[in-house]
């Protein structure tokens, strides 16, 4: 009646008991099936497994009503449930110890191309923002793909700059596939569908708990070569990624902040401890050995712009400056120098912030 992908979506949502617990039930028993037809007696006898956690598994949910329910959510919510056993699901992300058994996904995940994590806080400031959004552009530029987990903040410059580098992106939810946290993205989720996919490990309708987004970080790291952390706070829940990062041995790169910075201290903290400091796309392409895209024109081409646009725009860099900090850079008055930037952003060269500050688009 069932398939063994059925099956395996019946326990991968057991999430009474933990992913080490399901792996051992679905390893023990050799099939996901197989735990489906095994009596109280015979899951008792599995190591790890006590009375309560074999309530949970054979008189709550082990019914056809449940496993109907179940793949009729998937159906709804536009998504498709893909295993270990799948030639789609990550390689990378097998190689983990506390690997899903299976993954709920919308889209089509990029599985040969190469992946970098970008992560960071929630309350990011425009510096850390548009750090975030200008590492990702011109990773995706030259082929990586970004994953995150679409939460304000880092992550959510993050997929939006691989978008706008015309690459594609992963997002990883904290929730069930369908739902949409936070819901102020789901202009952005459409589009990250459109240009990747969107995964969860999570039965549609689970909504985010503060177990299930620590947990989802270790996926987001297992997927990629790599983490890069930018702007993460002394007690981060980046910092939980850097950890499943190191423990799956992959690379980590910290973008320095200011020190006075509440926002950066994290990642000064783990520059500190001998993480890899990210000053630019290039450390991660270099790294990797990944050719950079070489735009064929340059930036900002001598005869296309007036000497006092260029004098402007070579103040201007990655992060935020208001117009009266670029005012005393340039020595220009304001009613100039505001005409100037107008123009640069027109052109598409430099970005506008709130609060009028300016960085290099």
């Not at 510096?127 to 990773?139: D, F, P, R, T």
Request: one cysteine or more; aromatic letters at 8%.
């Amino acid at each position: 009646m069932y398939s063994e992908n059925n099956y395996i979506m019946w326990l991968n949502s057991l999430l009474q008991i933990n992913i080490k617990q399901r792996t051992k039930l679905y390893e023990h028993f050799g099939s996901a099936e197989a735990v489906w037809h095994a009596n109280s007696r015979e899951i008792c006898h599995v190591s790890g497994i006590d009375s309560k956690d074999m309530y949970n598994i054979v008189l709550k949910q082990k019914n056809n009503e449940y496993m109907d329910s179940l793949i009729s959510d998937a159906e709804k919510a536009r998504s498709r449930f893909i295993t270990r056993n799948d030639n789609e699901f990550p390689d990378l992300l097998k190689e983990i110890y506390d690997c899903p058994l299976g993954l709920y996904i919308i889209g089509q995940f990029p599985k040969e191309e190469p992946k970098i994590s970008i992560v960071g806080s929630r309350n990011c400031t425009e510096y850390g923002s548009s750090v975030a959004y200008n590492i990702s552009k011109e990773l995706a530029k030259s082929g990586v793909v970004v994953v995150s987990g679409m939460a304000e903040g880092i992550d959510s410059y993050a997929h939006k700059g691989a978008i706008d580098g015309g690459g594609k992106t992963v997002a990883v939810m904290g929730t069930g596939i369908d739902v949409c946290y936070p819901r102020s993205n789901r202009a952005l989720r459409e589009k990250i569908i459109q240009n990747g996919c969107i995964i969860s490990e999570y039965p549609p309708g689970t909504r985010g708990t503060a177990f299930t987004f620590p947990q989802r970080n270790r996926i987001i790291s297992g997927l990629s070569k790599g983490v890069a952390v930018v702007e993460a706070a002394k007690r981060s829940g980046s910092l939980i990624t850097v950890r499943h990062a190191i423990d799956q041995n992959r690379d980590v790169f910290v973008v320095p902040g200011n020190i006075t910075s509440y926002s950066s201290v994290g990642c000064n903290t783990l520059i500190k401890e001998g993480a890899e400091p990210l000053l630019s796309a290039d450390d991660i392409l270099e790294s990797y050995n990944i050719k950079k895209e070489v735009p064929k024109k340059a930036i900002i081409p001598d005869d296309s712009v007036t000497a006092d646009e260029k004098t402007v725009f070579e103040c201007i860099d990655l992060v935020p400056q208001s117009v009266e900090e670029l005012a005393a850079k340039t020595g220009f008055e304001t009613r100039t120098l505001q005409g100037i930037l107008l123009t640069l952003e027109l052109n598409g060269l430099i970005a506008k912030l709130s609060g009028q500050r300016y960085v290099r688009s």
